[in-house]
Structure formats: structure tokens, C-alpha cells
């Protein structure tokens, strides 16, 4: 059921282990999370320190149409998932980061990725809202989410508030991690942001996948761009990215798996099969980012004093 990269020879105090819970997804959500909680409990037994869940882990992807009855899915944070994962977190002695289906208030709905430490009978320590937010077909998100809070703008100042939102760091046990989601992916902003703030790993749940429609040839470059622009960041910001997708075919959608774990120079150090369940092991080195950084000072050469623009939608003649 596991795949395991090959152990860095370095200091072992420098290398967290992490853990990507990928699988298949049944209607309603106790069996799904019953499912993702035996994975993590196999995680943990194989020495995660870290284990992360796929995107909307608890239910089938329902934004592959727009039904208001959804709604009655979400939770609030805290909530019953979020209990139980603190209790298993604590239990375990394993960060979680986990994602949610979150209500937030009356008709304010987010996807939402939370971390747990297992420190104090389990307590969220990071609370991050999807920032940009899909409409595609059968992507339906903007039904169903709003995009999280802005830098500045979250309800409480707190870092270890749940109602932290926008570009954050979690100080976990072993490693400084950035939670950002699936279409985010796809945004270098984001991951250079939350890189900025000190993020040496970037974990990006996911939901990802073919309509059954698209030929073999879309499919290939779907995915390649998939796995390309998420490596481009690992090297752009010489930290350790992991992406975790589901698998199994849903209405329309046939999602491709292959979570995957690249080191700060884009090498794909552990990837999961296509199409099966798996809890994929990756052991990630921390000492590399230094090495990286030293050798390609990408962070070093920016030219922070020519971005402002970076700020404007489209930048006309």
C-alpha cells in the first residue's frame, strides 16, 4: 500500500517524514472518513510526521454540478471531522493537515485546509481558505466557495487562530509548512508568498481529473502541465512541494491520483500510482533548501524594487 523514496544520507534530525492519504471516494462521508483515518493510522505507523489529506477528502467532488443541497455537507470549524482528526492527531502524536468542506456562517462557505498538532489533546494550529476559486466545467467552485480572506484582513490576529486566513506558516514539530489548494496550484504568487513567509514544505490537496470525453493526447498534457507547474515552484522557491490527488471515476470525472512529493531542485522524489488507494512516503531533507538557495539564490536576486505591477489585473500599453 506504501511507496517510499530513498532515505537522504544527511543528518536524519534534518528529514521529516510526511505521509499523502490518497484514495477513492464513496457516496455520503462516514465511510470516507472512517477510510482516511485507517490511512492516516498506516501513515503514522510507517513514521509520518506529517500526514496530509486530498482535497475534500470526506465526500465524493460535488462541484461537478451546482445543487444547493450540498451545502447541508459543510461544517463549521471546529466541528464533528475536525474533532475527530484532533483526537487521532493526539493520539498518533502526528501533525494532520486536513481538507474541509468549512460553513464559516449563514451562506459564507469555504474550502478549507486546517493543521493539527497533536500537542494539547490536538489543536488546529493553521487555518487556510482557498484563495482562487475554479469555474470550469464541471469545476462548478464558485457556486459553492468564497475565496478565502486577503493578508490583512483575517478576523482575528492570532497565528493559532481558526479564523486565521490568507498566505500563513505553521511552526509544526519538524518543519515550517504552507497549506494551499488544488487551483492554487496553478498561481506562482501564491507559492512564492507563502514561501516568503517561510514555508519549507507546501502541501496542496487536490481534486483533479479528466472529463471522460478528452483524448488520450489532452489527458497526457493535462496532467504533465499539472505535475510541470508544481515542480516549477518546488525550484522556484527551493522548498519541498506535495500534491495530493484522489483517484476513481465520478460522474464525469476520472480522477488521475498520482500524488506526488518534488524536492527544492524539481526532482519528483515519491509519486503514487494513477489509479489505485495508496499512502504515499516521502522523506523530505530539509538541509536541501539550503543547498538549493546557495546554489540557485533565486530569493537573492529578486528585484523587489520592479513589481509593483505585479498588483494590476492586465497591464496595457
Known amino acids: 500500500m506504501a511507496e517510499t523514496s530513498k532515505r537522504s544520507t544527511s543528518d536524519s534530525s534534518s528529514t521529516v517524514r510526511i505521509g499523502l492519504v490518497q484514495h477513492a471516494c464513496q457516496p455520503g462521508t462516514e465511510a470516507n472518513l472512517d477510510k482516511t483515518i485507517e490511512m492516516i493510522r498506516d501513515a503514522a505507523t510507517q513514521g509520518a510526521q506529517i500526514v496530509a489529506t486530498q482535497e475534500l477528502f470526506a465526500s465524493r467532488y460535488f462541484p461537478q454540478i451546482e445543487d444547493a443541497k450540498?451545502?447541508?455537507?459543510?461544517?463549521?470549524?471546529?466541528?464533528?471531522?475536525?474533532?475527530?482528526?484532533?483526537?487521532?492527531?493526539?493520539?498518533?502524536?502526528?501533525?494532520?493537515?486536513?481538507?474541509?468542506?468549512?460553513?464559516?456562517?449563514?451562506?459564507?462557505?469555504?474550502?478549507?485546509?486546517?493543521?493539527?498538532?497533536?500537542?494539547?489533546?490536538?489543536?488546529?494550529?493553521?487555518?487556510?481558505?482557498?484563495?482562487?476559486?475554479?469555474?470550469?466545467?464541471?469545476?462548478?467552485?464558485?457556486?459553492?466557495?468564497?475565496?478565502?480572506?486577503?493578508?490583512?484582513?483575517?478576523?482575528?490576529?492570532?497565528?493559532?487562530?481558526?479564523?486565521?486566513?490568507?498566505?500563513?506558516?505553521?511552526?509544526?514539530?519538524?518543519?515550517?509548512?504552507?497549506?494551499?489548494?488544488?487551483?492554487?496550484?496553478?498561481?506562482?504568487?501564491?507559492?512564492?508568498?507563502?514561501?516568503?513567509k517561510g514555508a519549507q514544505i507546501l502541501f496542496y490537496p487536490t481534486a483533479i481529473g479528466w472529463c471522460r470525453s478528452e483524448t488520450t493526447q489532452e489527458r497526457a498534457r493535462q496532467k504533465d502541465a499539472w505535475i510541470t507547474i508544481q515542480r516549477s515552484h518546488a525550484i522556484a522557491n527551493g522548498v519541498f512541494v506535495a500534491a495530493i490527488n484522489r483517484v476513481g471515476t465520478e460522474d464525469d470525472l476520472a480522477f488521475w491520483g498520482s500524488s506526488f512529493v518534488a524536492d527544492p531542485g524539481g526532482t519528483i522524489i515519491a509519486q503514487a500510482t494513477d489509479d489505485k488507494e495508496q499512502v504515499l512516503i516521502a522523506d523530505c531533507d530539509l538541509s536541501l533548501i539550503d543547498e538549493h538557495r546557495e546554489g540557485w539564490p533565486f530569493l537573492r536576486d529578486r528585484r523587489v524594487d520592479a513589481y509593483s505591477q505585479i498588483t494590476q489585473r492586465y497591464l496595457s500599453d
Open 70 to 196: 450540498h451545502f447541508e455537507s459543510a461544517e463549521t470549524i471546529p466541528g464533528p471531522t475536525s474533532e475527530r482528526l484532533r483526537a487521532l492527531a493526539a493520539e498518533l502524536g502526528v501533525e494532520i493537515t486536513a481538507s474541509l468542506f468549512e460553513k464559516r456562517a449563514q451562506g459564507i462557505y469555504h474550502n478549507t485546509s486546517i493543521m493539527i498538532s497533536p500537542d494539547e489533546g490536538g489543536r488546529i494550529i493553521g487555518l487556510y481558505r482557498k484563495m482562487h476559486i475554479p469555474d470550469d466545467p464541471r469545476f462548478y467552485e464558485k457556486f459553492y466557495f468564497t475565496p478565502g480572506d486577503a493578508p490583512g484582513h483575517a478576523i482575528h490576529p492570532s497565528p493559532t487562530s481558526a479564523d486565521r486566513a490568507g498566505w500563513q506558516v505553521q511552526q509544526t514539530r519538524s518543519a515550517k509548512t504552507g497549506m494551499l489548494v488544488c487551483w492554487d496550484q496553478w498561481f506562482p504568487e501564491a507559492a512564492r508568498l507563502t514561501a516568503l
